[in-house]
C-alpha cells in the first residue's frame, strides 16, 4: 500500500511562495495520474491540480498562474510550487491519486497565508 507524507507547508505572508512535496512509498505511485488537493474546517477537500504520468497538468481556475505542480523522474515524488499566495489559499494540502483519491489520505501539510 502507497503511503503519502507531504511537507513543505507554513506560515507565509501574502504574495509569497511556498513549495509543498509529497513523497510516496510502498508501492509505483509514479504510474498514477497525481494531484493536489486541499481542505478548510468548513469546506470539502478540493481539486487543485494534477499532472500525468507524462506531464500533462491540470490546474483549478483558482490557482490557474500561480500555481505549479510538477514530479520527479521515477514519479514517486509530486511538488507544488506557489507563488502570489492568496489568504484564502490557506488550508491543509494533501496528495493522492487524481481525479479520486485511492490512497489512504496522508496527514497533509498546513499552509496559512496570513499578515
Known amino acids: 500500500q502507497v503511503q503519502l507524507l507531504e511537507s513543505g507547508g507554513g506560515l507565509v505572508q501574502p504574495g509569497g511562495s511556498l513549495r509543498l512535496s509529497c513523497a510516496a512509498s510502498g508501492g509505483r505511485f509514479g504510474i498514477w495520474t497525481v494531484g493536489w488537493y486541499r481542505q478548510t474546517p468548513d469546506k470539502q477537500r478540493e481539486p487543485v491540480a494534477s499532472i500525468t504520468r507524462t506531464g500533462t497538468t491540470n490546474y483549478a481556475d483558482f490557482v490557474k498562474g500561480r500555481f505549479t505542480i510538477s514530479r520527479d523522474n521515477a514519479g514517486d515524488t509530486v511538488y507544488l510550487q506557489m507563488n502570489s499566495l492568496l489568504p484564502e489559499d490557506t488550508a491543509k494540502y494533501y496528495c493522492?491519486?487524481?481525479?479520486?483519491?485511492?490512497?489512504?489520505w496522508g496527514q497533509g501539510t498546513q499552509v496559512t497565508v496570513s499578515t
Open positions: 493522492n491519486t487524481a481525479p479520486t483519491g485511492i490512497f489512504t
